[in-house]
């Protein structure tokens, strides 16, 4: 599985709440390991030690350390009877369960962001996300490209909604809920070979951003909720295809949120 970097520039923070008491350095080490959990480089069952996967990343022992706390929390590791870890296996039935909450919090994000009022700020940031999608979308084909310039919109799209509810508590739900692979708007898998089926499925998932700003911005606030959760929820049948985080089939490119900082 390829994993591709997209440095996103955009104001909510690239990290997590466990994760801001780690130096930069340290932050780097954590989302290293995610990702060589997320796509089987360190496969279910597999054991970990500092040592190994410090001289492996060319750090410290301090940092992995850290990170190996924080992934164990997060569950991606299992701690051992004696020294060292576990890498734990994640099912579809997990993933899907996250998205599903992810759904019910954006949900409510939206619901507040109609009830409390959106910015102007905040509409244009809407409205410049429709219009790249809009101009991405109307050549009737995607490339690779495309899909990187299609993950960092809707990356904002939804990142504005939920700082527009300004509920931080739906923030933070959402921070400890995303750090299972495909379960965040964070990350996104796409089949190579089939690029006309995925212009169709994410077309589609434009024209659902486009009903979900329509109801914000006429302060719909039960129409926008429940827009929004189907619109996670439309994630749901690619758990299915994607299987166990190890199963990645070969012709599926993941792009993933990388750390900013």
């Known amino acids: ?6 440095d996103l520039n955009y104001d909510r923070p690239a990290v997590t709440k466990t994760e801001t008491g780690m130096s930069k350095h340290g932050q780097r080490v954590l989302i290293t390991l995610r990702k060589m959990i997320a796509n089987g480089e360190l496969p279910p069952g597999e054991r970990v030690a500092e040592i190994p996967i410090a001289e492996r990343l060319g750090v410290s022992r301090t940092p992995v350390r850290i990170a190996f706390r924080t992934l164990e929390q997060e569950g991606l590791l299992r701690k051992g009877d004696r020294r060292g870890y576990t890498v734990r296996a994640i099912t579809p039935t ?8 992810r759904g019910v919090l954006e949900g409510l994000a ?8 959106i910015s102007p700020q905040a509409r244009n940031h809407l409205i410049d996300c429709l219009s790249v999608g809009d101009a991405l979308f109307s050549k009737g084909f995607l490339t690779d490209e ?3 310039t299609y993950h960092d919109f809707n990356m904002r799209f939804h990142n504005t909604i939920i700082e527009a509810s300004r509920n931080i508590a739906i923030e933070d739900a959402l921070s400890r ?3 299972l692979p495909f379960a965040s708007v964070s990350s996104i898998a796409f ?5 006309t089926g ?3 499925r994410f077309n589609f998932s434009h024209m659902q951003h486009h009903i979900i700003f329509d109801a914000i911005d006429n302060g719909q606030g039960a129409r926008a909720e429940a827009l ?11 758990t299915q295809i994607l299987g166990p985080t190890q199963d990645m089939p070969d012709n599926f490119t993941v792009i993933e949120r990388e750390d900013t900082a």
Not at 94 to 101: G, K, L
Not at 110 to 117: F, P, V
Not at 191 to 195: E, G, L, P, S, T
């Open 177 to 179: 809920n995303d750090h």
């Open 228 to 238: 929004m959760r189907e619109h996670a929820n439309a994630a749901l049948r690619y």
């Open 110 to 117: 939206a619901r507040l962001a109609c009830e409390r009022g």
């Open 94 to 101: 997990e993933i899907a369960d996250a998205i599903e909450v």
């Open 191 to 195: 089949n190579r070979d089939d690029m």
């Open 1 to 6: 599985m390829l994993f591709k970097q997209f």
């Open 146 to 148: 495309d899909m990187e």
């Open 198 to 200: 995925e212009f169709r």
